[in-house]
């Protein structure tokens, strides 16, 4: 293997220390090359982190239905009419959409986004109600600060329990106090705090200053009979959300007598959109890092070279007298390939170290501040592996250059120039 | 050992056309030691560039030890030239960043030899040239004389068949080039085949052979009775 001969890397060696200042020089344009590549990536991880923290405890395949007014007749009906959903519709969805992994029926006191007094020994809070299946975790994950979430047990016999917001907790409670097994007063009926919760993350539909209790106990405690005001439906991850999504209200319209043209009956959000965008935005983003720090690099490699071609040149009479010795074209070709991946490397690895230390401080510095979109910004395995390899392959290609000059050189005539 | 035969060599200057070489036949038998003399531009540098496989010949044919040379591609040129010849040249065209010792290691480098081996062989050759504590020196450490004496191990140290020195003293005063020559003696002493260009007569005349070039024809060829360097040394 001749990449072990010790001799070739000692004269690679003592070929590139003759100047060293020269060397260095050449090697920048590579070492800002990697800084620029790393940095862009580790920028795009750090985006990527930060915005799973907003997004943090949303389930990704998600989708949220509700009713609207229909704006066409159909059936007979007129248009304008309100949909309204009932309990019956999550059987049969759950039944006839295989796609569906699970599906929380949800319903809020006083209507969508309806704020209700609460009370507590003389404090009161103006708090949205839910009333919710234990199942919307599995969608809309809360964070637990205290107590727990509301269980099966808990839906089954329609406990009086509720889970409440930090916010709802904070206007409620004295700080220090524990809520757990505390009462409050929602509409002049009492129900026992299990639970506190936080925000998952920066982006919540409910919000922090919200009370949870059960569905069934909603619906025994405030007369809701059937209904359902919206649902949030988690789709198995081997499915798309949008073809789910059109399956479902597909069933609903014909089960309300909605013309299928109507496309504003049924309100929809596809929780996965804004992944997707998100995801093809980083890609993207990652694309553009790789598109820069490779063209960058290519003009890194190509100093690299020239430098190579100049010393060639100034090797002239040497590599003539080694080809009079006998090294073969192979040989010398070689050796200058060698000198241009070396310097590569070296100004690669350089760069790496320089990178990787301002992404930490980028990290120290940035990251973590709650309004920025931006955590832990590192690189993968993979990304320096393939930086890495593009970059040896870059230098080997251009390093051909300055080697096939050298072989150009006639030993003759590279030994006539004095 | 060397038979050429109708020799032709021309340079293309833009359109015009230099014939250098016309028609040269001469051969060196084993053991020789022969000057090949003549004035600049008398083709004597192009001859020996093309025994040194440093060039390539128009017309005719050149055998080196029973070898044809010819249509030799630059890989195949440089193992012959490995093999076959050792090179001393007028500027001694040492390594400057290697010492002596690695200077003259490189052929058997070239040669895929093993480092040790390489080492040792090298360290034979330069005591033979009695340079032997010069081993760890560079060359800008050692005088002229010096310097030719390790350019000369170098070329010997492949064991060639034909040792080719162009103006080998040309770049010494005269005490240190009779130095040279005496060590060129004493190696063609050996038995080593030895050409030598040079237009000094006193050095030519130290050879076995004196062959004179004129305007690219051999004017002269003829057995001199030698003159040992080492009695003005």
Redesign the interface.
Known sequence: MWLLD??LWREVI?TLT?NVLRTVLTTLGVIFSIIILIMLLGSTTGMINGFSRVFAGKASNSLFVWGQTTSVPYNGFERGRRVKYEMDDITMLKSQVKEIEAIAPRIELGGFQQTVTVKRAGNTSGSRVFGDFASIDKINRKKIIEGRFINKNDINQSKKVCVIGLETYELLFKPGISAVGKEININNIYFTVVGVYEKNGDFDFDGENAVIIPFTAFQKSFNSGDRVDWMAILIDSKYTVAKAEGQIKELLKRKYDISPKDTRAIGSFDFSQIFTALSAFTTVLQGFAFFVGIFTMLAGVIAISNILLITVKERT??I????????????IKRQIILESIVLTTIAGVIGFIIAVGMLYYLNTEVAGKSDVPFVNPTVSMTQVVISFTLMTILSILIGLIPAKRA?KI???EA?RE? | MIEIKNLHKSYKMGSNSLHVLKGIDFSVEEGELVAIMGSSGSGKSTLLNILGMLDELDEGSYDLDGVPIKNLNETKAANYRNKFLGFVFQSFNLINYKNAMENVALPLYYQKMVRKERQEKALKYLDQVGLKEWATHLPSELSGGQKQRVAIARAMVGEPKVLLADEPTGALDSKTSYEVMDLIQKINDKGNTILIVTHESDIADMCKRIVHLKDGVILEDKKVEQVRASEYV
């Open positions: 010790i001799d003592s003759k009479k040497e003539g007298v080694r080809r009079a010795l006998g090294a073969t074209p192979k040989i072989v006639k030993p003759i030994l004095d």
